[in-house]
């Protein structure tokens, strides 16, 4: 018989089935700690939100550091380990929508990441479609540093982007307020929208921990009405996701509005 890749390869199988790959039903990898089993505790959200914007200029690590420093940071600085032995600088990948792709807005990624540490999926998302509805609807941004600005001290123009992608938020408030989205005036507004996340986000946190959590922004008008017909389940369920339609749907000259030759 020759001996040609595939057949070695199911030679090797078989021989590790038997030894080390026994499949027992189990993982290899186990992780040490239970699943989401980090203690919360609650925060006071105006200590969390000057963390938070300076996490944000701190070596220019930028939203998701901010916000997740703000959060998991500060409860390291009150309760030691084993908040404070955590990797903050990986987060900051998330700066700029992930490595500058402009995809998920990386202060929301942030506090999602942080509420992971403490809730599984079916107690997160509520929380996590809560925050994510507020920041597609808020004018940001709210937080004023004052004195503390590093950026650029006084009013930043504040602007609804209708959507949690920081492509979306971003150049949609460069667009309204006519300013350049690489400009200094720009991150200075990224810097205060990393404080507003934190604040919201820690204030779901503390009505989660003190069991009065209810949410209230699950749908909007666009996912309600559009999702009658494509939402799992209904007669055309071609459609993946919870962010608000109108953005990309919404029928501008710039943006695609097949919806308008609807069936
Ligand atoms: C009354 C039911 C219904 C509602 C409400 C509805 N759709 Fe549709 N939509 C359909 C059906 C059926 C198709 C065809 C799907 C296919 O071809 O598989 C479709 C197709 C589409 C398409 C691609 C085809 C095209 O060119 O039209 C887009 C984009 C779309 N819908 C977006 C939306 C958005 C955005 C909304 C809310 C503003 C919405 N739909 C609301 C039933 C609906
Ligand atoms: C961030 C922008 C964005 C958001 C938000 C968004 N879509 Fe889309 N959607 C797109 C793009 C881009 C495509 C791909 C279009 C294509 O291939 O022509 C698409 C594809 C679709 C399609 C398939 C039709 C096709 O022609 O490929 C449907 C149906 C659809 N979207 C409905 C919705 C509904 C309903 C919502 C809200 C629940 C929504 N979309 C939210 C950007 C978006």
Redesign the pocket.
């Given at each position: 018989m020759t001996c040609n890749r595939r057949t070695f390869l199911g030679a090797m199988g078989g021989a590790m089935i038997g030894s080390v790959l026994a499949p027992t039903g189990a993982l290899a990898f186990q992780q040490e700690s239970k699943p989401f089993s980090w203690t919360p505790h609650t925060l006071d959200p105006k200590a969390c939100a000057p963390v938070a914007y300076d996490g944000y200029w701190y070596n220019g690590y930028g939203c998701c550091y901010g916000v997740f420093y703000g959060i998991v940071g500060m409860l390291g600085e009150k309760y030691g380990a084993p908040y404070s032995q955590f990797p903050f600088t990986m987060m900051e990948m998330g700066k700029s929508g992930i490595s500058d792709w402009g995809t998920i807005c990386g202060a929301l990624l942030g506090a999602a990441s942080a509420y992971a540490l403490f809730w599984g999926r079916k107690e997160r998302d509520p929380m996590v479609t809560e925050l994510y509805r507020w920041y597609e609807t808020t004018a940001f941004p709210l937080f004023d540093p004052g004195g503390a600005a590093q950026g650029v001290k006084g009013a930043v123009p504040p602007h609804a982007g209708g959507?949690v992608?920081c492509h979306?938020s971003v150049s949609s408030w460069a667009h309204a307020t006519g300013n350049d989205a690489n400009s200094k005036m720009r991150q200075e507004r990224c810097s205060r929208i990393t404080a507003d996340v934190c604040v919201k986000a820690v204030e779901i946190m503390n009505a989660k921990i003190g069991g009065t959590f209810a949410p209230v922004l699950a749908a909007t008008k666009?996912?309600e009405y559009?999702?009658s017909c494509?939402d799992k389940g209904k007669e055309s369920p071609?459609?993946k996701?919870r962010?608000?339609?109108t953005?990309?749907?919404g029928g501008s000259v710039h943006v695609?509005d097949?919806s308008k030759n609807h069936p």
């Open positions: 959507s992608l979306v666009a996912t559009c999702g494509h071609i459609v996701g962010m608000d339609c953005p990309c749907h695609q097949k």
